[in-house]
């Protein structure tokens, strides 16, 4: 006979392979977009990246001694590897694939215990150990050239460019933060970086150099969307993040134009959308309560604006979400919700009896 | 009337309508009923019977003892054939002891003292009649009515307020006995606030039920009762929660609805009160929903307390299919059990076999921080977070995040895509924790009672000393004086 159970004895229709299926599924037309757009290298680079995450996890978790099975039909593995997958350079080697999801989900996740135990988001964690370690290749950015175009490369030719490094003539391109900046140590001002570079509407639709899947603004922003309406995430930490970009970009951009550039080209450049939706709404490493998630989310994208504004780096997403990351116990520490019968300290009410 | 926001709360599938067009139908008399003497929370009842004893229905057969406790009455005329233990309602299915009583087929009531103007009785008198009529909260939680009532009139109570929220999904008898017997209920209800000289009083009733809203509305014509729809949401029945929608005001940490001159009761108590004081008859039955799934024929019954739950899953014509569940109550907070051999009582408001399907448990899995615990919360916990406390024994941490405000409503662990038993973790360190708290008081009993022993042991010696130096004091006095009294006869 089973044991007996507690109650409820009822739940909702609702499970962890259900949640990162639909974030798979708001992550998909971004992804086709991208593939369509970088053509062949970037579907290799993707496979290669899931198949690395698959084998890497099945690996350790045998050596851990648990039920492999169960691990990777979750999906949370799937999901870090294509995260990562869609922020890389599109035409980046297959090692680099290689290394960075097997960093994921075996330093980033299960060296922590597994899934929900880790600090930072096992992507991000990620991108920054390839940005670091293998500066050229994340920055070797390439110009759009969509599948069926005069100048895509064909299937043979990306399997060269995956896996012997190839080198294309006439593609590499630079990303528009990575040339600003670059245009900045010139001395060049931002009027004239900008010209023939900025075209917000391509911006908007992504036909522009950049991550393999981080260029669709709009398609990014409907995926988001998508997971709003299905109660995957809730709105505040993606509208906060981008409030934490905007604003000061408005501010700055208000007070010298010359220098700083305005919301519009922070919102619509680098991996902004994709994080503001995808990545700091992972559950495992962003605070519990709705007010923790506007002070995390707005964080991320004040450090984002920073980085972009005055660090080294072109990008700054995938280190405002780590930085961030380590604030989130500290934030679920001391933001709570108030608990009913109780005021914010925790102290009970006063018994009022009423007129 | 103006409502109040609602903190969390999920919309569990309500599947009402397998029962809610049911008539209210009487449960065939059951040859053998077994009363359990502990029905509701408090003191168990003290038998009054012997075994051989023929009783009438109505008639009392164990008697309330101590401040918490409530009375049991005879639910059908018969003989005592047992008292002696039989399986509980409850999960464990333990003995517990029960009077047995042999139907004789009559049905008889024994005397009856009705009431013809029920509103003219002092608000002391309806508070003892109700006592004597045993009746407790049939909503679920047994608190006996009459304590309520009086502890609510020498704490002065403003709003009184009906529940009418039946927010459990599958339970469908209080809407039907809102929809049937809506006039009775009113009357109950004007009973209530009359004990306890209540100002306002407002009836809470989910908008999911709106014939019964109709019916009682129709019945309030006319009178200070306040029918209100509320938004159909899980727990709005909770009484926390159902005054923070209805007046807007919480219930203090700790304290009762009465710090904040608020009672609440529940319908089906109303028409309990209503039957006890007009027509003297004791609390010998009451309303239950059989439903679920695997139920063929779900249906409302008035069952008599005591009459085996196999009964009525038979009135409602078996099973569809083996039920992979059985649950007293609701699915939200009911508990399950597994003998279909224990009897209705008071506090059982429905009986459900339910399929596989309908439960959709799984195997538990990592809690990935997902929140979704965090927002359905009706009180403000957080879960997740109190889970892992007690999953590392850190149970004072556990208390530290509020522990002891959760209402165990089941909204966690309904909404946790992890299937994380939350509600679980959450009972078994309450449990704990009330069984460190007992240790802790028996320990400090048995330090007093050690004390006061050695305080004791100690003043006996003390005293016998005293008086040993007493007598020695006295013979020396008196040596002394045979010594004087000689040397002056020597002298002499």
């Known amino acids: 006979m089973n044991p007996i159970a507690h109650s409820p004895h009822a739940h909702a229709p609702v499970s962890i392979a259900k949640v990162m299926a639909t974030v798979l599924l708001a992550l998909t037309p971004a992804t086709l977009f991208g593939f369509w757009l970088y053509g062949w290298p970037a579907i290799n680079l993707w496979a290669i990246s899931l198949i690395a995450a698959i084998v890497g996890e099945a690996i350790v978790v045998r050596m851990q001694g648990r039920a492999v099975r169960a691990v990777i039909m979750d999906g949370s593995g799937i999901l870090t590897a294509w995260l990562l997958a869609i922020s890389l350079p599109p035409f980046a080697p297959w090692w680099i694939a290689v290394l960075g999801s097997l960093f994921a989900v075996v330093i980033g996740k299960q060296l922590y215990g597994g899934l929900g135990q880790n600090v930072f988001n096992p992507a991000m964690a990620a991108r920054v150990m390839l940005l670091i370690s293998f500066p050229l290749e994340m920055t070797t950015w390439v110009a759009p050239a969509p599948l069926g175009s005069a100048h895509a490369p064909g299937l043979l030719e990306s399997l060269r460019i995956t896996f012997l490094s190839q080198h294309i003539d006439g593609m590499a391109s630079a990303s528009l933060l990575g040339h600003v900046k670059t245009e900045f140590t010139r001395g060049v001002g931002l009027d004239q970086a900008l010209a023939g570079y900025y075209t917000p509407l391509d911006m908007l639709w992504g036909s522009r150099a950049g991550s393999l899947g981080e260029t669709a603004a709009v398609l990014l922003l409907l995926g988001g969307l998508f997971l709003i309406a299905r109660r995957i995430i809730t709105w505040h930490a993606p509208v906060a993040m981008l409030l934490g970009v905007v604003v000061p970009a408005l501010l700055f951009n208000t007070i010298n134009p010359g220098h700083y550039a305005g919301p519009i080209y922070h919102l619509l450049s680098g991996g902004l959308m994709l994080g503001a939706f995808f990545i700091i709404t992972d559950p495992v490493t962003s605070p519990n309560t709705t007010t923790g998630q506007l002070i995390f989310g707005f964080g991320c994208g004040l450090m984002t604006w920073i980085i972009r504004t005055w660090g080294g780096y072109p990008e700054g997403v995938a280190f405002a979400v780590m930085l961030m990351n380590t604030l989130t116990p500290l934030i679920d520490q001391y933001v709570k919700p108030r608990i009913y019968g109780r005021d914010r300290k925790g102290a009970a009410l006063p018994a009022n009896k009423g007129a | ?492």
């Open chain 2, 1 to 492: 009337m103006k409502l109040f926001d609602l903190r969390g709360g999920v919309h569990p599938e309500g599947r009402k309508d397998i029962s809610t067009e049911r008539h209210i139908r009487v449960l065939p008399l059951p040859k053998k009923l077994f009363v359990p003497l502990q029905q509701h929370i408090g003191a168990p009842a003290n038998p009054v019977v012997k075994v051989g004893d023929h009783v009438l229905k109505g008639q009392l057969i164990a008697t309330a003892q101590g401040a918490v406790s409530s009375s049991v009455h005879a639910p059908t005329s018969g003989v005592i054939t047992a008292l002696g233990d039989f399986p509980a309602p409850h999960p464990s299915g333990l003995p517990v002891p029960t009077i047995t009583i042999e139907s004789d087929g009559e049905d008889k009531w024994g005397a009856i003292e009705s009431v013809d103007d029920p509103l003219s009785l002092s608000p002391e008198n309806i508070a003892a009649r109700v006592a004597a009529a045993g009746i407790v909260g049939l909503g679920g939680a047994t608190f006996p009515s009459a304590l309520k009532l009086n502890l609510s009139r020498a704490s002065g109570v403003q709003t009184l307020i009906m529940n009418g929220g039946e927010c459990e999904p599958y339970l469908t008898c209080d809407d039907r006995i809102m929809r049937e017997r809506a006039v009775e209920i009113v009357e109950g209800i004007r009973l209530i606030a009359q004990a306890v000289d209540a100002k306002e009083i407002i009836v809470g009733i989910e908008d999911n039920k709106p014939e019964a809203i109709a019916a009682m509305q129709a019945a309030a014509q006319g009178t200070a009762v306040n029918v209100v729809a509320m938004p159909s949401m899980y727990p709005m029945g909770s009484e926390k929660q159902i005054i923070q929608v209805l007046i807007g005001k919480e219930v203090p940490a700790g304290g009762r609805p009465a710090d904040i001159g608020v009672l609440v009761h529940n319908v089906a108590t109303a028409f309990a009160v209503q039957q006890a004081i007009r027509h003297g008859k004791a609390l010998v039955s009451r309303l239950v929903t059989i439903s679920g799934g695997a139920i063929k024929t779900p249906c409302n019954v008035e069952a008599l307390i005591g009459t085996p739950v196999q009964e009525l899953i038979d009135f409602a014509d078996g099973y569809t299919q083996p039920a992979a569940r059985l649950v007293l109550g609701g699915p939200m907070m009911g508990q399950q059990f597994t003998s279909t051999e224990v009897p209705v009582v008071k506090g059982t408001s429905g009986v459900l076999a339910l399929t596989a399907a309908e439960i959709g448990q799984a195997e538990a899995s990592p809690c990935i921080r997902c929140s979704t615990c965090v927002r359905a919360c009706p009180v403000g916990l957080v879960p997740l977070e109190m889970m892992t406390r007690i999953r590392a024994s850190d149970l004072a941490s556990a208390v530290k995040l509020g522990l002891r405000d959760c209402i165990a409503c089941g909204s966690c662990s309904y909404v946790c895509p992890a299937h994380i038993p939350l509600v679980h973790y959450f009972n078994y360190a309450k449990g704990d924790l009330a069984t460190q708290e007992r240790a802790k008081l028996k320990q400090e009993a048995t330090k007093k009672l050690a004390d006061a022993r050695n305080e004791r042991i100690a003043r006996i010696e003390r005293e016998r000393a005293e008086a040993a130096a007493r007598r020695k004091a006295a013979r020396e006095a008196k040596e002394r004086a045979a010594k004087e009294a000689a040397a002056k006869a020597e002298v002499v």
